[in-house]
């Protein structure tokens, strides 16, 4: 993990100097949770350092925006609040006209869709703002906030480690039903091997969530902070609901192939998006092992076919052909 003064300097404009007032005016920022005004800056500067002059801490805030250290964001209170960006994945609002918290969320299909309305336009983006204006849910039932927002980074985490987590279970179940049906020798080993294998990935992804339990004890209860339109989870208790209709190892085998392939352009897809963090490293090792996962199924697809005796009739022969076309290991990608 990068450190504060790394970060800084990673960002510092090519040709600007160092100054101590302005390294420590940073770093009393960077330690700052949430959104705060410039005057509320000042105030916790000055108590620090009285010597520091309001306009020297104006023109640091305005020297962070510039550099990407600090983001500005406008919550409609007729002044300007401030967030850093160290650790912090970029994110929408929900702001409470109440109580005037805000409540932070990112949505990969939010950010799609601004893309392609722009792109229909004709139009490059350089920043988007989602701001929900609206009453909390303190405000809106009278009762106390269940658990604080936390921190962002953490709960990117842990969203795509519980995402993660769920499809690994309903790829284990899967593979243990299929490996269930399957008369073909060969096809069942696979199958069990994949289970097998799920099992080992759920280990290490829920040993990862420990982790992050343990850095923040609270962390379970926070809200959401990951939304998608569709996980992959689905795709394998879908696919596990279909394993019940199906009449030949061919046919499952062809049925694994296509949870795995949704599932690997699922991370892949949105692990892509994410700024880099720790919930994108998680995305993006998921969509290689599920890659992994579907040539082995394809791998073993065309053997079966091959050992098998060729079906008889016209259509199952349609049938197959097609299905093998759709196993091409150049559709692997994404
Ligand atoms: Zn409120
Ligand atoms: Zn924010």
Request: a positive charge.
């Amino acid at each position: 993990m990068q450190s504060t003064s790394a970060y800084v300097d990673s960002l510092r404009p090519a040709g600007s100097k160092r100054s101590s007032k302005r390294d420590f005016i940073v770093d009393v920022f960077l330690r700052q949770d949430g959104h705060i005004s410039a005057d509320d800056l000042v105030e916790i500067i000055r108590r620090e350092d009285a010597r520091i002059s309001r306009a020297t801490v104006y023109r640091t805030l305005q020297w962070m925006v510039e550099a990407g250290i600090a983001r500005k964001v406008d919550f409609g209170e007729g002044r300007y609040r401030f967030e850093h960006s160290y650790r912090h994945p970029r994110h929408f609002h929900l702001i409470c006209k109440s109580c005037n918290s805000s409540a932070e969320f990112l949505s990969s299909d939010i950010e799609a869709l601004i893309e392609e309305v722009a792109s229909a336009r004709g139009f490059s983006p350089r920043q988007s703002v989602v701001q929900i204006y609206g009453t909390c849910e303190a405000c809106r039932t009278g009762r106390p906030a269940t658990a604080s927002q936390g921190q962002p980074e953490l709960l990117f985490a842990r969203d795509a480690l519980r995402i993660a987590i769920a499809t690994e279970r309903s790829g284990r179940d899967f593979y243990t039903r299929a490996a269930r049906i399957t008369r073909d020798a060969r096809a069942r080993a696979v199958f069990l091997k994949l289970s097998e294998e799920e099992v080992d990935h759920l280990g290490r992804l829920e040993g990862r969530y420990r982790e992050l339990l343990a850095i923040d004890p609270e962390l379970e209860a926070r809200p959401t902070f990951l939304f998608f339109k569709g996980a992959a989870n689905g795709l394998f208790s879908e696919g596990a609901e279909a394993l019940s209709r199906v009449t030949s190892d061919r046919e499952a085998l062809m049925l694994g192939i296509r949870c795995e392939r949704g599932s690997h352009r699922f991370f892949k897809k949105y692990g892509e998006r994410f700024e880099d963090s720790e919930g994108k490293r998680i995305f993006l090792e998921f969509a290689d092992e599920e890659r992994e996962h579907l040539e082995l199924l394809i791998r073993e697809y065309r053997d079966l076919v091959r050992r098998e005796p060729k079906p008889r009739s016209t259509p199952a022969r349609g049938a197959a052909a097609r299905h093998q076309d759709r196993a091409k290991p150049g559709s692997t990608r994404a």
